[in-house]
Nanobody
């Protein structure tokens, strides 16, 4: 079992930045990959970024590739998502997720555990 708790969301102005955190507990953190997804009202959950177990490989959606950075601190069992140049279309609930067996990390089906989500609202 893995428990995930996101934090760091809130209201940000257009062009601003923020850092989301996701603290994990349960299974040894360094043994699984992590991802960030987001879901806007009326839309499907979409991939944002992912990182492998060691932190050496990262993946990004085209929509955030030049504005987002995913990282992890295995000593703190925490994964981060830093996003800059935020736009109103980035407004969504952001979820972190754990992929125990790995797989295609851009796909929600690769993930076994999900956090409760944190709201990010970008005002224009």
């Amino acid at each position: 079992q893995v428990q995930l708790v996101e934090s760091g969301g809130g209201l940000v102005q257009d062009g601003g930045s923020l850092r989301l955190s996701c603290a994990a507990s349960g299974r040894t953190f360094s043994t699984y990959a992590m991802g960030w997804f987001r879901q806007a009202p009326g839309k499907e959950r979409e991939f944002v970024a992912a990182i492998n177990r060691s932190g050496g490989t990262t993946y990004y959606a085209d929509s955030v590739k030049d504005r987002g950075t995913i990282s992890r601190d295995n000593s703190k069992s925490t994964v981060y998502l830093h996003m800059s140049s935020l736009k109103p279309e980035d407004t969504a609930v952001y979820y972190c997720a754990a992929a125990i067996l790995g797989g295609t990390l851009v796909n929600t089906r690769a993930y076994d555990y999900w956090g409760q989500g944190t709201q990010v609202t970008v005002s224009s």
